[in-house]
């Protein structure tokens, strides 16, 4: 099964751009890449996902390497309403499940 | 109104009780998921439904049962609870496998 890897955490200052790694190197060809946050005390919500190109959105901006080996996401202006555990799921092609890891844990500083 | 609502939000059972967790949507998707959330931890697939004959296992089906009664409506039970089970109990939905995933507030359920 295709699974990534993220940090465990990351720090950014309010009004900053916020690149949040990924790495996923046994992903396959047909395999989407998708980014959900969990706000405190609430469910995950979508962001971004892609399969090969760039793809933006209001929320953010998803670069995927040209190997498609790993991913970032970009929030581009980091609010305090964004600090929450990211994380970067692989969508396997059989079974259409999504294996969700550990994510990436933001915290924004005023 | 809340597109995905779960209920109840909050239980504490024993050890060998029957449990169900309800999960309701308004939204029309056909496809609907049970999600388990260790302390934590990320999320684990317990059972997904992609319609109302179609029910399938994830990761961690083990000890843990589904229905899907209606479109609407995706039942979790667990027929003998165990403390091992204590976890945040997610329900989600979708209107198809790629595309956005519309989770419930959660259900916290402790066993003892």
């Known amino acids: 099964d295709a699974k990534t890897t993220q940090p465990n955490s990351m720090e950014s200052n309010e009004e900053e751009p916020v690149h949040l790694p990924c790495n996923h190197s046994t992903i396959s060809g047909t395999d989407y890449i998708h980014w959900y946050r969990q706000l405190p005390s609430q469910g995950p919500e979508y962001v971004i996902h892609g399969l090969t190109s760039n793809v933006n959105n209001r929320m953010a901006s998803l670069a995927i390497a040209e190997d498609r080996k790993s991913s970032t996401l970009i929030l581009h202006r980091a609010t305090l309403r964004d600090a929450a555990v990211y994380y970067c799921?692989?969508?396997?092609?059989?079974?259409?499940?999504?294996?969700f890891g550990t994510g990436t844990s933001l915290t924004v500083i005023p | 109104d809340a597109d995905v609502t779960q209920t109840p939000r909050n239980r504490i059972t024993k050890t060998g009780k029957r449990i169900m967790l309800e999960c309701s949507q308004t939204k029309g998707h056909d496809r609907m998921y049970w999600y388990r959330q260790d302390p934590g931890l990320g999320l684990q697939l317990i059972y997904y439904?992609?319609?109302?004959?179609?029910?399938n296992k994830g990761e961690i089906s083990d000890g843990y049962s589904v229905s899907r009664q209606a479109q609407a409506k995706f039942s979790l039970s667990l027929e003998s609870a165990i403390p091992n089970q204590t976890a945040l109990y997610f329900c989600?939905?979708?209107?198809?496998?790629?595309?956005?995933?519309?989770f419930g507030p959660g259900t916290r359920l402790t066993v003892l």
């Open positions: 989600a939905t979708s209107d198809g496998a790629d595309n956005e995933q519309f």
């Open positions: 439904s992609f319609d109302v004959k179609d029910i």
């Open positions: 799921i692989l969508r396997a092609f059989t079974g259409n499940q999504f294996y």
